[in-house]
């Protein structure tokens, strides 16, 4: 049977080891956590099963295969032992017979997106990273319909915009929207982004000073920020924010704060296949997964084996392209989620009539 595997990290030490090691998880308290997830070796966590494309029947099966280490071990030890331990991990998932492994999170952050990662392991290897700006982008314009916000009089800001998920996130946004607000730590490389985003049509300007995200009807933010850092004061009355950071970018203060804003977790996407399971609990519904997992699977049903997203540096038509095959295999944007919880309907109304009333009185 055509297969995948998919390594996923603890993100939140503490909820996601109780996942897992419901005794560990709550005696150990998180600085233990980071401290030991140095020395625990590679996990397997689950067989999943039943995903079956819309468009050509197929079913196939997978793993989730876990590195031990925390975002926080990920980032502050050196790139080479990091990579060693997801070497390690799909080492795991070719023994159990993977044909691609996916890597989720912040196993694709360090160092080179994924590329030294790739040279030592067997099969072919691939971020997810496409297919999350897809369901991001996606979602973020859903959104806007949804609040009334008129895309080519918007102005949109892109948290972390020279990282590989927010450089071409902005880029296929400009393409729609004709302002858009660069925001990141290095601005030679935003200087790059800029140049992109301005020949897909946009008025670019870029800046480090979060504070001009006040400008901008739409936000998209996606750095690798350990803690949370857009806060309730950045934020414009009625905007859409997309938050595709794993751990979040958005402050709770905001949803505390804040009931004038549309804040919800991007590149959240329904897999294939009445059956589909996970036979693990990551914190999502049944059949909900991450962008980056979909990505994964996707490419196995369409029988892709192969390096597809690597580094750092996506392209449009890249992102277009998995965007159009999981379309194809049934792949559907899943509902909106907020700080881990499903968004009703109701308060979707009530944010698309308060946004309205703002409006008129401006
Ligand atoms: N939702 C999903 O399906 C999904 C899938 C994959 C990844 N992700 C998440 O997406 C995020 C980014 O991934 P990526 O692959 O694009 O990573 P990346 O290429 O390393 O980019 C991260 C960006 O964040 C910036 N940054 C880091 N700390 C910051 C801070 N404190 N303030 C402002 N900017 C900061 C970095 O700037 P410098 O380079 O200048 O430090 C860089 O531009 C991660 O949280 C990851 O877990 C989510």
Redesign the pocket.
């Known amino acids: 049977m055509d297969n995948f595997a998919f390594i996923i990290h603890p993100?939140d030490p503490k909820r996601d080891v109780k996942r897992k090691f419901p005794l560990l998880g709550r005696v150990l308290p998180v600085p233990a956590i980071n401290f030991l997830s140095r020395f625990f070796p590679p996990l397997y966590i689950s067989h999943i099963t039943g995903v079956r494309s819309e468009a050509t029947g197929k079913e196939v099966e997978g793993w989730f295969v876990a590195c031990p280490y925390t975002?926080q071990r990920m980032l502050t030890l050196p790139p080479e032992t990091v990579y060693r331990k997801v070497i390690a991990t799909a080492h795991l998932a070719e023994r159990l017979g993977a044909k691609l492994v996916g890597l989720?999170?912040?196993t694709?952050?360090?160092g080179d997106?994924g590329i030294t990662i790739s040279r030592s392991v067997n099969v072919p290897v691939t971020?997810?990273?496409s297919?999350?700006v897809a369901?991001?982008v996606e979602a973020t314009k859903k959104a806007a319909a949804i609040m009334a916000i008129d895309l080519p009089r918007a102005t949109l800001a892109v948290?972390?915009?020279?990282?590989?998920?927010?450089?071409v996130a902005a880029e296929l946004l400009a393409e729609d929207v004709p302002q858009v607000v660069l925001?990141?730590?290095?601005l030679d490389?935003l200087a790059e982004v800029k140049a992109r985003c301005e020949k897909a049509g946009a008025q670019v300007s870029v800046t480090?000073d979060?504070n001009l995200l006040r400008q901008a009807d739409l936000v998209l933010t996606?750095?690798?920020?350990?803690?949370a850092?857009v806060e309730p004061q950045h934020l414009k009355s009625g905007a859409v924010v997309c938050d595709?950071?794993?751990?979040?970018?958005v402050s709770k203060a905001v949803a505390e704060q804040r009931d004038d804003v549309f804040v919800f977790?991007?590149?959240?996407?329904e897999i294939p296949g009445p059956e589909a399971s996970f036979n693990f609990d990551f914190g999502l519904p049944p059949r909900m997964?991450?962008?980056?997992?979909?990505e994964t699977i996707a490419l196995a049903l369409e029988g892709r084996y192969e390096n597809y997203t690597l580094g750092?540096d996506l392209t449009v038509a890249q992102v277009k392209e998995i965007a159009g095959i999981a379309r194809r295999h049934g792949f559907k944007l899943a509902g909106f989620r907020s700080f881990e919880h499903a968004v009703p309907e109701t308060e979707i109304e009530r944010l698309r009539l308060k946004a309205a009333r703002g409006r008129s009185l401006l």
């Open positions: 993100l975002p989720g999170a912040y694709s952050v360090v997106g971020t997810g990273d297919y999350t369901s991001a948290v972390g915009a020279t990282g590989a998920i927010g450089a925001i990141g730590k290095r490389r480090n979060l996606v750095t690798s920020a350990l803690e850092i595709v950071a794993r751990p979040r970018d977790e991007g590149g959240l996407v997964c991450y962008g980056c997992m979909a750092k």
